[in-house]
């Protein structure tokens, strides 16, 4: 092809124009606010993240700190005083204490009411002032902004009858079960435990929870490097998919265009051009954790973990029809906090929660082209942006030994989007089940 | 046909930039047709054409603060180039493994250039359309848009050879229709 040729070609096309199609306004206007929208969003990330760490950190600190203090100041002032069966000097509450330990007033309320017991006779005025004081713990207990026990609530030492007579009903009645709710408060017990680092070694398995799937029609997916001025931020729409036990399905149909006829064209039914269907297996996860306890309750766990992701996509139109099978490797890096809600020498449930940034560390694609030409073709797959995630759950610990014990750990996880075009569990199903499960090797 | 000076071009890109009421219309009626033109030239299929083409058009309004002036004719230089990459975006995306497909397709010797004089552009646009996907995709990118084969191959995520071997072909097959044309129009 000569140059010239080129060039007149170029120059008889330079002007040549079409009738251009309808555009849909409210649609363009619909768009450019979203993305208004999701700029800010964008932006603001960053700052929110910054701020959920720095309240976290000092949450845990400022509570592990609290605990320690807590424990010395009210194991030496109300509890004792109380327990010398004092009951008529008013117990000293320092201002701390209205996040006082819950078992350490039921304990108090428990010698008071036994106090009362043994004074029921006694004068009226001394009754008087047991109520005052005990009204004041139930305060602090009320004050007790998030695990409070109900029962603790309706513990209210009547005020005397003239006679002097007390009502033990209600005392008796819900004090013995107010224990067990406020047994996760109990730090008596982590004096004894300190501080210790373990290893843990866990093997998980996620599932599809959400019955939305963001469903990026961008088969089978670029690393967009083109442009990136032109980079589109895929547009995503949500469908249902169907749920199996141990695959998920994201069911795409009309792969590009769907993202704008779904919109534009509701309800007309538009014989589909592309289909693309993509099964997500279940992510597996191996890690490898290293946890630091502060106390027998917190502790915090950091480490590397290593996932598999797997899916087989397949992409058929009238003329074309492929299969595909993806397999992606990530490493991460995890961060949890977790709390434990109850413990026995062997075994132990704990709440947890954290994030993780993942980096796919190698990403391989077999595609099958079925027609119109048989052709197999191997291709590595890149994801260059990081992936973030957020986890909770709660979790169930065996011990075995002191430091070896199996734990189960099921809970749900957010991935965010995190620009890629490529097809994965990860962005197709951002809100999904997990479960890990492993062994945790504890080391003093 | 809308001829639009200098300073109304660099105006209706500040407009746009601002949100200004009508900008986004007043753009459309000055360039839709152009773009229509380039964009049916990549995706001749009417229906995913105006997908595209709609999807192109919130590109262009979304990154408005993207374009700088460079001279008379720049806007439309640069929402053509928006246009092309939507285009190609999607063609990677839905025919992948239809240009993929075309790797394997051994270069052709090139058929002398036919003339072209004669053939109203309509008609030129008509037998680019009938290309296959991935030929004309190439033959797009390296007449009207200029790029190389390097350059074409990493747009494309193609071998560089078959770039080339796809180009010859689709000249050939574009020569073909363009002799059969004048014999038919102008015979002599």
């Known amino acids: 092809m000569k140059e010239q040729w080129k060039q007149q070609m170029r120059q008889k096309m330079a002007d040549y124009r079409e009738p251009a199609p309808e555009v849909s306004w409210d649609e363009i206007e619909k768009a450019l606010a979203a993305n208004k929208q999701k700029a800010k969003t964008v932006t603001m990330w960053p700052r929110r993240i910054a701020a959920a760490v720095v309240v976290l950190v000092t949450a845990g600190a400022g509570y592990y700190l609290l605990n320690r203090e807590q424990q010395e100041i009210i194991e030496e002032t109300a509890e004792t005083r109380l327990i010398e069966g004092t009951i008529i000097q008013e117990p000293v509450i320092p201002q701390k204490e209205e996040v006082s330990d819950l078992p350490i007033l039921a304990k108090a309320k428990h010698k008071i009411q036994q106090a009362i017991e043994e004074k029921k006779t006694e004068a009226l005025s001394v009754v008087a002032v047991v109520e005052d004081s005990v009204e004041q713990l139930a305060q602090a207990v009320e004050e007790q902004s998030e695990v409070q026990a109900p029962e603790s609530q309706e513990v209210k030492i009547q005020a005397p009858e003239p006679q002097g007579q007390l009502q033990e009903q209600p005392r008796k009645s819900s004090l013995p079960e107010a224990h067990p709710t406020i047994y996760p408060f109990d730090f008596k017990r982590s004096a004894s435990s300190g501080k210790r680092l373990m290893a843990k070694v866990y093997l998980s398995m996620s599932g599809n929870f959400g019955s939305t799937d963001m469903c990026y029609n961008n088969f089978p997916g670029y690393s967009s490097e083109s442009d990136p001025s032109t980079d589109d931020p895929s547009t995503d729409v949500p469908l249902t998919d169907n749920i199996t036990a141990d695959t998920t399905t994201v069911q795409c149909r009309g792969s590009y265009p769907d993202k704008l006829s779904s919109r534009s064209s509701d309800g007309n039914n538009q014989e589909p051009v592309n289909e693309n269907v993509r099964h997500h297996h279940q992510p597996i996860r191996f890690g490898l954790l290293l946890r630091y306890a502060f106390n027998e309750r917190w502790s915090i766990e950091s480490g590397l973990s290593y996932a598999l992701l797997t899916s087989d996509i397949s992409l058929s139109s009238t003329s074309f029809k492929a299969e595909a099978e993806q397999r992606l490797s990530y490493i991460g890096i995890p961060i949890n906090v977790s709390y434990q809600i109850w413990g026995s020498r062997r075994f132990s449930v704990y709440a947890s929660a954290g994030g993780m940034v993942e980096k796919m560390v190698k990403g391989k694609r077999y595609v099958e082209v079925i027609s119109p030409t048989k052709k197999e073709k191997d291709e590595s797959v890149s994801i260059r942006p990081l992936q973030f995630s957020v986890n909770g759950g709660v979790g169930a610990e065996f011990k075995f030994v002191d430091w070896l014990s199996l734990y189960a750990e099921p809970g749900v996880g957010y991935w965010f989007d995190n620009g890629s075009d490529v097809p994965t569990h990860y962005q197709d199903k951002p809100f999904s089940f997990n479960l890990n499960v492993g062994l945790r090797f504890t080391i003093k | ?188």
């Not at chain 2, 002398?112 to 680019?128: G, N, T, Y």
């Open chain 2, 1 to 188: 046909m809308f001829e639009i000076g200098k300073q109304d071009e660099q105006r209706l890109a500040e407009r746009l930039r601002n949100g200004e009421n009508g900008a986004m219309r007043e753009f459309y009626s000055l360039y839709a047709e152009q773009l229509t033109a380039i964009c049916s030239r990549y995706i001749p299929d009417k229906d995913d054409m105006k997908d595209v083409f709609q999807e192109s058009l919130i590109r262009i309004f979304t990154h408005i603060s993207d374009f700088s002036y460079r001279g008379e004719g720049s806007l439309q230089a640069w929402a053509s180039r928006i246009v092309i990459n939507e285009a190609l975006n999607y063609l990677k995306e839905t025919k992948r493994y239809e240009l993929l497909l075309l790797d394997d397709v051994a270069e052709e010797p090139e058929d002398e250039d036919p003339p072209i004089e004669e053939i109203p552009p309509d008609e030129i646009q008509r037998m680019v359309s009938q290309l296959p996907t991935g030929y004309r995709t190439v033959f797009n990118l390296y007449v009207f848009e200029n790029k190389s084969h390097q350059e074409i191959a990493s747009l494309l995520g193609i071998k560089e050879r078959s770039s080339a071997s796809q180009l010859s072909r689709a000249k050939n097959l574009l020569a073909k229709m363009i002799r059969d044309y004048n014999d038919k129009h102008h015979p002599r």
